[in-house]
């Protein structure tokens, strides 16, 4: 029998996809769920826009996100330091799919989250995250193949199909045709999963069978 399946959008530069992680892979363990695990890299200026558009309003809010995903992170022994400056997670998320593709996306992924909330990775420079995939077992040549090959149209087809289930930010989760933003929203996914049919009731007149 298929295992039903829950969708994870993930950036490795976002504290709360970080201090997320254990719950979502604990879905997987607990209600026998199949992980699927994708890279959104988030466009900082996007929807934050450029430094020098940001209001005080806007720094206060930045300071108090990362002191909640702290609370988190500290609840669960992790350390978390705040990031250095603006990175582009294009690398780290082109390992994420290479890694999967070599069946080392596990301690791939749990090396890049620690390593870059310990200050021990840069997420945009491509040797580092080429030593991460050869410390993990992989090819450094191959992987660095792949980024200068197939890499960049294959994560922004993922992109694209990310912005088209109506993702946004991370972690995102897609289960049955349904998004849940936040780890936050993982008791609310939880009981989707064991309980699918209260979708109906859950979205109202928004559901789509």
């Known amino acids: ?17 970080y201090v997320a992680n ?16 994708l ?10 826009g450029t430094v020098e558009e940001r209001t005080p ?10 002191m909640d995903a702290r609370r988190f992170a500290n609840a669960q022994g992790l350390t978390m330091k705040g990031p250095r400056r603006i990175y582009d997670a294009f690398y780290a ?18 090396t890049v989250f620690r390593k870059f909330w ?3 990775l840069e997420i945009d420079e491509l040797p580092e995250i080429a030593g991460v995939i050869t410390a993990v077992g992989g ?26 289930l109506g993702v946004f930010g991370v972690p995102s989760m897609v289960f049955n045709g349904e998004l849940f933003w936040g780890g936050d929203r993982i008791d609310m996914l939880i009981e989707r999963i064991k309980q699918p049919e209260t979708i109906a009731v859950a ?7």
């Open 57 to 66: 309003h806007f720094w206060r809010k930045v300071r108090y996100a990362y």
């Open 39 to 48: 890279p959104y890299t988030l466009r900082i200026p996007e929807f934050m």
């Open 22 to 37: 254990k719950r979502l892979f604990e879905l997987e363990e607990t209600y026998g769920v199949e992980l699927e695990w």
């Open 139 to 164: 090819s450094t040549d191959a992987f660095e193949a792949y980024v200068r090959g197939p890499a960049r149209a294959e994560h922004d087809r993922i992109i694209d199909e990310a912005e088209a």
């Open 118 to 120: 310990n200050h021990e």
């Open 1 to 17: 029998m298929e295992k039903p399946r829950v969708r994870i959008y993930t950036d490795y530069k976002s504290p709360y996809a």
């Open 93 to 110: 998320s082109a390992g994420m799919l290479f890694a999967q593709r070599h069946g080392l996306f596990r301690p791939y992924h749990d």
């Open 203 to 209: 979205l109202g007149s928004r559901h789509r069978t």
